[in-house]
């Protein structure tokens, strides 16, 4: 529960900058505003924030196992509420893969 509800607040976070920087006209990618997360995470929101226009990138932690590892315990962890969300960023996957191999919108 405490991964859906997380994952619920980073979504949330998001539409609001988003909203915020609408409101200040602030260029979705020449703002200054940069959107970032975890290689594997969240893609669904850095394919939409990158449809729309907005800087956003993916990082890949690094280093000893033993100093990695807990990191991304944690970040599984919080982020398992994101599995909601899988076959959602699936049929966006899809969709995508139609639009670059066929030049169309999938469905």
Same mark, same amino acid.
């Given at each position: 529960?405490?991964?859906? !509800?997380? @994952?619920? =607040?980073?979504? =949330? /976070?998001? !539409? $609001?900058?988003?909203? %915020?920087m609408?409101?200040?006209?602030?260029?979705? %990618? @020449?703002? /200054?505003?940069?959107?970032?997360? #975890?290689?594997?995470?969240?893609?669904?929101?850095?394919? *939409? *924030?990158?449809?729309?226009?907005? &800087? &956003? $990138?993916? @990082?890949?932690? @690094?280093?000893?196992?033993?100093?990695?590892?807990?990191?991304?315990? =944690?970040?599984a $962890?919080?982020?398992?509420?994101? *599995?909601?969300? &899988?076959?959602?960023?699936?049929? #966006? #996957?899809?969709?995508? #893969?139609?639009? =670059? %191999?066929?030049?169309?919108?999938?469905?």
């Amino acid at each position: 529960e405490y991964g859906k !509800q997380w @994952y619920q =607040r980073r979504v =949330r /976070g998001v !539409q $609001y900058v988003v909203e %915020r920087m609408r409101q200040h006209d602030i260029h979705p %990618r @020449y703002g /200054g505003v940069y959107f970032g997360q #975890l290689l594997g995470m969240c893609d669904q929101v850095t394919f *939409l *924030l990158g449809a729309g226009g907005y &800087s &956003s $990138y993916k @990082y890949v932690p @690094y280093g000893p196992v033993d100093a990695v590892l807990p990191y991304l315990s =944690r970040r599984a $962890y919080e982020n398992k509420g994101m *599995l909601q969300g &899988s076959q959602k960023e699936i049929d #966006l #996957l899809k969709g995508e #893969l139609k639009r =670059r %191999r066929w030049g169309f919108k999938g469905e």
